[in-house]
């Protein structure tokens, strides 16, 4: 049963998590190691509330997982993990993430309590109703951002939040558009896929790609200007653009219902980001 229990918990997802990196970094301040230990205990703290969303959602999707050709070998839907025992380590992930933010500080025990809230809304209700399921899942991303902000105490810019936005938008649009047009069973047990189409998703996951590449090369030119015209910064564009090309690759291919095996598995992709984020780094804290 435990081995159920950590299965629907979804190690595999926690790499989502690492977003709260993404406050600090863009900073250009990692030299604060008190800030750096908050940001780690965000990382968990989100990995506990958001494994509490998984063992609920499971738990309420135990029948129609039951009738999906692959969903069915879940723990819960497969009848390895008592509907009991999940319930209760869902109480019991989700009150130790939300206090584990507490402690580190107000703000981010409410980023973290809003994020649970949001989330079990979206369980019970929202993930049924087309557009909303989107933002709702959207805003889980741009949450684990604000989180790491929270953690660290940095105030962010509004450019930071419209990558963060759009950025959101992207992934989870370009799920839902791999769901629809490949994902056949997704199709038929999602209630709100059948309020979708393929062109208006695609609207959606392109009109997102368009304007975080702009607002991303917006902050880069706002950052030149704050650093006296040292224009290192516009080379991040071209490492982060084409990575968002890559991704959308796989969008328009409808193989990115996914996106954690995307980063996990294209080794293109992984060195396009990992290029950004050294050339990022050293833009940044190099004089």
Not at 38 to 59: E, T
Not at 64 to 76: C, L, S, Y
Not at 106 to 128: M, N, S, T
Not at 223 to 247: H, S
Request: hydrophobic fraction near 60%; glycine fraction near 6%; proline fraction near 3%.
């Amino acid at each position: 049963m435990i081995g159920g229990i950590i299965a629907t918990a979804r190690p595999r997802q926690w790499i989502k998590n690492l977003l709260v990196l993404a406050a600090p970094l863009a900073s250009g301040d990692l030299s604060d190691v008190g800030a750096l230990l908050a940001v780690g205990v965000a990382f968990v703290a989100f990995c506990l509330c958001a494994s509490s969303i998984y063992l609920l959602n499971d738990s309420l999707d135990i029948e129609a997982d039951r009738a999906h050709p692959k969903k069915r070998f879940r723990p819960i839907a497969a009848g390895e993990v008592p509907i009991a025992a999940a319930w209760a380590s869902f109480v019991v992930l989700l009150v130790a993430g939300v206090a584990l933010g507490f402690v580190v500080n107000v703000l981010l025990g409410l980023v973290l309590l809003v994020y649970c809230v949001v989330q079990i809304a979206y369980c019970f209700w929202l993930k049924h109703i087309a557009v909303l399921d989107i933002a709702v899942v959207s805003s889980g991303f741009l949450l684990r951002a604000v989180a790491g902000g929270a953690a660290a105490g940095i105030a962010l810019s509004q450019w930071f939040l419209l990558v963060a936005i759009f950025g959101s938008l992207l992934m989870v649009a370009g799920k839902r558009y791999g769901e629809i047009v490949s994902d056949h069973e997704a199709a038929a047990t999602r209630r709100s896929l059948k309020h979708y189409t393929p062109s208006y998703l695609r609207f959606i996951w392109q009109s997102a790609a368009a304007i975080v590449v702009i607002v991303y090369s917006l902050w880069t030119f706002e950052g030149e200007v704050a650093a006296g015209g040292d224009q290192r910064l516009a080379i991040t564009i071209v490492p982060f653009v084409l990575a968002i090309f890559r991704y959308c690759q796989h969008i328009d291919s409808g193989d990115a219902e996914a996106p954690e095996e995307i980063a996990a598995h294209d080794r293109l992709l992984q060195v396009l980001a990992a290029v950004w984020l050294i050339v990022l780094f050293l833009c940044l804290y190099l004089p």
